[in-house]
């Protein structure tokens, strides 16, 4: 099999994107290249598009194409209540079940001592300092049921302690070992729903 | 075994496709009792072991699935295995073997089942349908060596009725690791460390209860003298955190084991491992009659032991599922002197699960004639024992 160099350099671009090894790379390129007007050009514009307009947002971590982002600047919700995950598709799997009506807060990743994961690679101070400025009422930890989330749960409970706010978990019902983002959206609803103290 | 026992589950067809030895290979059994003799090297302990891996788990060698395809000069070849059974509601195939690997996911070390040809979705279903127990000469050294071997011998006891339980270990070493790494880097983050030996309590209690639980089923069975003429036997634990749960609540014991890691945070980083917790577990074997732990017994005891352990744990599972698991037996027989090899032949007979029983003297097996299907093993495949008759009525 011979691939010109810009076939072979988009199959290796794509093949790094979660969930596609090279094989389905090369089938999407193929399948882009029947195509170029109507599915390559367009994609390339988005892509762009996307590229040069979402960013951070300097409160949350959520993605949006302001800082702060809509659900921060959104009057409608409870700015007393910040829901702590792990990453953006958490964030996202949580809006879609429609279940949170407060803000969030993305840690970037969860702590882990062998994946030389620790409290500074992680947005723990931003949350600190956030909690303390703004007086939350609640935290509510929505970290994955595995090692790794439960001892950032515990971890960040510990850290909490001294601002006083109320700080509470998802309920049991979350799998163990199970991500937040590939929930279905009334599993996930009644996680929250069902929340305890941590 | 009592009559009500439930019905054995039966293999009945088995097709292998570069495993191990076999090349290729596609054989009925019709025995309820199975023996295969042949050399060494020719092939038995990988056909049991191709048996085991149609069941959940990594199989009587807990071989990775690298090692077992065929080896060819380019490395291992993917490798297949398929089983035929029977059981009290009808027929089955379950098929396992090499995933075909999605590119890129870098998990070739998965393995996949399927079920009447349509991909099973977790273990848990393959459990309800398909167990197998066994004994192999590796479980020789159980009571000469570390006790590792022994935990491992365990936990595998409690795992195959519980199958929750390899998570909960899993969890218990992972949250150890990262303890022992942040104690040998000299971390001074107390809420870190309190967080990890939260997550040690939590799931080093939740395996001493299973492990607890699993012990006093078993000792049940072994008291009521299901396993016939073995000598009676009973599994202690050597735990302290079994004993505390003998005696206070786990809530209890689980406060108590992370106090304790906590205030051993500088002698357990100085030795480079926790003083305390689940693995830390041993287990004793005793033989009642002789009043002698299994490590000061001879050979054929020993061995003798292990069989009325494996016996009682067959029943177990199958009390639990429903179905009698299928019996694994490598060289079991050469080990036994004759009164307990008949003692062992009476127990199968009597017992409602199908057997293999491998052996490399046709000889030893001369009792089970008119029992027993026969087969001799050479190497890459495996032919009826003309001597060894198939039974009139299995
Ligand atoms: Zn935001």
């Not at chain 2, 088995?14 to 003799?37: C, M």
């Not at chain 2, 870190?192 to 089923?217: K, T």
């Not at chain 2, 992370?258 to 357990?268: P, Q, Y």
Request: with cysteine; glycine share 10%; hydrophobic share 45%.
């Amino acid at each position: 099999m011979s691939e010109s160099e810009p076939i072979e350099r988009l199959v290796g671009l794509l093949a790094k994107l979660p969930g596609l090894g090279r094989r389905s790379a090369r089938r999407a390129v193929l399948r882009m290249l029947m195509q170029p007007e109507a599915l390559m050009l367009p994609l390339a514009a988005a892509l762009r598009e996307a590229a040069e307009a979402v960013r951070p947002c300097a409160v949350c971590g959520n993605l949006d194409t302001r800082s702060p982002c809509a659900i921060c600047r959104d009057p409608r919700r409870e700015r007393g209540v910040i829901c702590v995950v792990e990453g953006v598709a958490d964030l996202w799997a949580l809006e879609r079940a429609q279940v949170h009506r407060g803000l969030y807060h993305v840690l970037g990743g969860t702590l882990s001592a062998l994946g030389g994961v620790g409290p500074e690679d992680l947005a723990i101070r931003p949350l600190l300092a956030r909690v303390a400025e703004d007086g939350a009422e609640e935290v509510i930890l929505a970290l994955p049921a595995t090692v790794d989330g439960a001892t950032t749960a515990h971890y960040l409970t510990d850290r909490l302690r001294p601002t006083g706010v109320r700080v509470t978990r998802l309920a049991q019902g979350v799998p163990v070992g199970g991500a937040l983002d590939v929930l279905d959206e009334g599993t996930l609803a009644a996680a929250v729903k069902a929340r305890r103290p941590a | 075994m009592p009559p009500n026992a439930p019905p054995g589950l039966r293999l009945t067809r088995l097709t292998l496709r570069d495993f191990r030895s076999y090349p290729a290979l596609e054989t009925g059994f019709r025995g309820r009792i199975v023996v295969v003799t042949g050399e060494n090297g020719a092939g038995k302990t990988n056909l049991l072991e191709a048996i085991s891996l149609l069941g959940p788990g990594r199989g009587l060698r807990g071989a990775r699935m690298g090692e077992l395809g065929r080896r060819a000069p380019a490395g291992p070849l993917p490798w297949a295995a398929a089983g035929r059974f029977e059981n009290a509601y009808g027929r089955f195939d379950i098929g396992t073997g090499t995933t075909p690997a999605a590119e890129g996911c870098g998990s070739a070390e998965r393995r996949a089942w399927r079920l009447d040809n349509i991909p099973l979705r977790s273990a848990g279903e393959l459990a309800e349908r398909v167990a197998a127990v066994w004994l192999t000469p590796q479980m020789d050294r159980l009571f000469q060596e570390g006790a590792s071997g022994r935990r491992r011998f365990l936990d595998r006891l409690v795992w195959a009725l519980e199958p929750a339980h390899a998570r909960e270990v899993a969890a218990y070493e992972n949250a150890m690791a990262q303890r022992n790494r942040l104690l040998a880097e000299d971390s001074r983050d107390t809420a870190w460390l309190a967080a990890l030996e939260d997550a040690m309590a939590r799931h080093g209690v939740a395996v001493a209860a299973a492990r607890r639980g699993l012990a006093a089923r078993l000792n049940a069975v072994l008291a009521a003298g299901v396993t016939g003429a073995f000598p009676a036997a009973r599994l202690d634990l050597l735990c302290p955190l079994c004993e505390a749960l003998g005696r206070d609540p786990a809530l209890a014991v689980e406060e108590r084991l992370r106090t304790a890691l906590a205030a051993n945070r500088a002698r357990d980083a100085a030795a480079g491992a926790a003083a305390a917790g689940a693995h830390r577990a041993d287990m004793a074997l005793w033989h009642l009659p002789k009043r002698l732990p299994a490590e000061l017994c001879s050979t054929g005891e020993q061995k003798a032991l292990l069989v009325a352990v494996v016996l009682a744990h067959a029943a177990l599972i199958a009390e639990a599922r429903g179905f009698a698991p299928l019996l694994l037996l490598d060289e079991v027989a050469a080990h036994l002197d004759a009164p307990r090899r008949q003692a062992l032949f009476a127990a199968l007979a009597a017992l409602p699960a199908q057997a293999f029983l491998t052996g490399t003297d046709p000889a030893l097996f001369a009792p089970l004639s008119g029992l027993a299907e026969g087969f001799r093993a050479r190497p890459g495949i495996l032919v009826p024992d003309e001597e060894f008759p198939l039974p009139e009525c299995a």
